[in-house]
């Protein structure tokens, strides 16, 4: 039996649609709109998409966005100083810098930006006090691609208290505080990495499995209870087109749009896990919307905070 399509679209259309009455709400009251810095550095094309998207879906949510693109040639300094502009705006309630920065901005650069960031205006959730205090289960703002995961389980009926959860992967974006959010939210949560002993045996414990690696395909069937919950985060952008021939058959729609772009999107998650989960959320179209639709989410938030604080 096919998996339960866990909607991520369709889930984030309904987010987005109780924060723009809240939105305009808050601009009505405070006579300006939430407001969201994203600052962008070099030319990654990949980020260039990113970056567009969330400004596009921000402006229609009714925030104010204002793009500060910087050369790849910028230094930390002058990144820094930008962040620092943008701490002290009154306009700007959400900072985001999108990653990764350039390489030769040296390897503690990303740490260092992010440290930077005000913590209440920090709507990635990525500034150590933010993180600290998520940890103690009392955050405002949490990175937006966990908690997107979490919302979509939730808005899907997957009953998280008292499952069993596994989240592979231990990044400080996903894979770390996806853990916590479980944890608070009463499942018994094991974290899995690279260094996992048989990782197949201990995924396939999971009532609620989430797949944060960055690995096209890696997570098989042999990874999944029967019935169990599969959300996949990773995305891949795949141009191999023997990769794409392993995992999607020829007359697939991920094989004609593959043909036609010469490159897809492709999920941790291989699509035969789609025969046992119970639930599994597709990519795109899974978690990717949610991300977004969380990042409007917590720019409201931070402007509320900020303005119930006086600032
Ligand atoms: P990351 O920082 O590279 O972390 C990847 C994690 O996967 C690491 O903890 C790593 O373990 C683990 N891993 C790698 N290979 C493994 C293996 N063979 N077995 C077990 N674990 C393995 O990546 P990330 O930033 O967390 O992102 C993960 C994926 O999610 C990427 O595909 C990314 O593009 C995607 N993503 C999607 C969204 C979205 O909006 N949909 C948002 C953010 C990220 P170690 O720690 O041991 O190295």
């Not at 987010?15 to 990654?44: H, K, N, Q, Y």
């Not at 690995?215 to 087109?241: C, E, H, I, L, N």
């Not at 058959?249 to 989960?277: L, M, Q, T």
């Amino acid at each position: 039996m096919a998996a339960r399509v866990l909607d991520g679209t369709a889930v984030a259309a309904a987010i987005r649609a109780e924060v723009g009455p809240a939105v305009a709400a808050f601009t009505a009251r405070a006579g300006r709109p939430p407001g969201l810095g994203i600052v962008l550095v070099g030319d990654d094309p990949a980020s260039a998409i990113y970056v567009r998207n969330k400004l596009k879906s921000a402006g229609d949510a009714g925030l104010r966005t204002d793009l500060e693109q910087m050369p790849a040639t910028a230094t930390l300094a002058e990144l820094l100083a930008v962040v620092e502009r943008l701490n002290r705006s009154d306009v700007h309630d959400g900072i985001l810098v999108q990653s990764p920065l350039p390489v030769a901005m040296g390897d503690d650069a990303e740490r260092q930006v992010f440290d930077a960031i005000r913590p209440d205006k920090d709507v990635d959730g990525l500034h150590p006090i933010n993180v600290g205090y998520l940890v103690q289960n009392r955050a405002s703002l949490v990175s937006c691609t966990p908690a997107g995961v979490i919302e979509l389980l939730d808005r899907s009926d997957v009953k998280i208290a008292g499952a069993r959860a596994v989240v592979i992967g231990r990044s400080n974006i996903v894979g770390k505080p996806m853990a916590l959010l479980l944890l608070h939210r009463h499942a018994t949560v094991t974290i899995c990495h690279s260094r996992t002993v048989d990782l197949p045996g201990v995924c396939a414990e999971a009532d609620i499995l989430v797949a944060a690696i960055g690995r096209p395909g890696f997570v098989t069937p042999v990874f999944v209870k029967p019935g169990a919950a599969v959300v996949d985060v990773g995305t891949s952008q795949v141009s191999d087109r023997a990769v794409v021939e392993r995992l999607f058959p020829p007359e697939s729609k991920r094989r004609e749009v593959f043909e036609r772009r010469g490159s897809i999107v492709v999920g941790d998650v291989h699509p035969d896990v789609a025969a046992i989960a119970g639930a599994l959320s597709p990519v795109p179209g899974g978690v990717g919307p949610l991300t977004i639709a969380m990042l409007l989410k917590n720019t409201l938030a931070a402007a509320q905070l900020r303005a119930g604080a006086g600032g």
